[in-house]
């Protein structure tokens, strides 16, 4: 059974923080880039951020940089993205991908094609 499962989601306030984690289950994520995609009512799934493998290296929509970050601890099998200064626009089900190529590219960020598994999502919701 190989699994993703994110967690952290919830419901903050217009420039508050959230933790999400996304951690695997029957597989180790050490050979895997992941991605976090996120999916508002209604529109299109978007990428959000991608960290390789080894967290060499990262990649985030410019919409989020300089307000969120990914990061892996391979040793706890599990990938973070840390959400600070959220916007209502940020709201969506968030969801975490692993991909066997390891590495991330700068630009653009990788399709959700190219992940090959997926969670199931976990909603943030940011609202006063």
């Known amino acids: 059974q190989l699994q993703l499962v994110e967690s952290g989601g919830g419901l903050v306030q217009p420039g508050g923080s959230l933790r999400l984690s996304c951690a695997a289950s029957?597989?180790?994520?050490?050979?895997?880039?992941i991605g976090w995609f996120r999916q508002a009512p209604g529109k299109e799934r978007e990428g959000v951020s991608c960290?390789?493998?080894?967290?060499?290296?990262?990649n985030y929509r410019d919409s989020v940089k300089g307000r969120f970050t990914i990061s892996r601890d391979n040793a706890k099998n599990t990938v973070y993205l840390q959400m600070n200064s959220l916007k209502p626009e940020d709201t969506a089900v968030y969801y975490c991908a692993a991909d066997p190529k390891r590495s991330c590219t700068q630009a653009p960020l990788k399709p959700a094609t190219w992940y090959d598994y997926w969670g199931q999502g976990t909603q943030v919701t940011v609202s006063s």
């Open positions: 029957g597989f180790t994520l050490d050979y895997y880039a």
């Open positions: 960290i390789s493998s080894s967290g060499g290296s990262t």
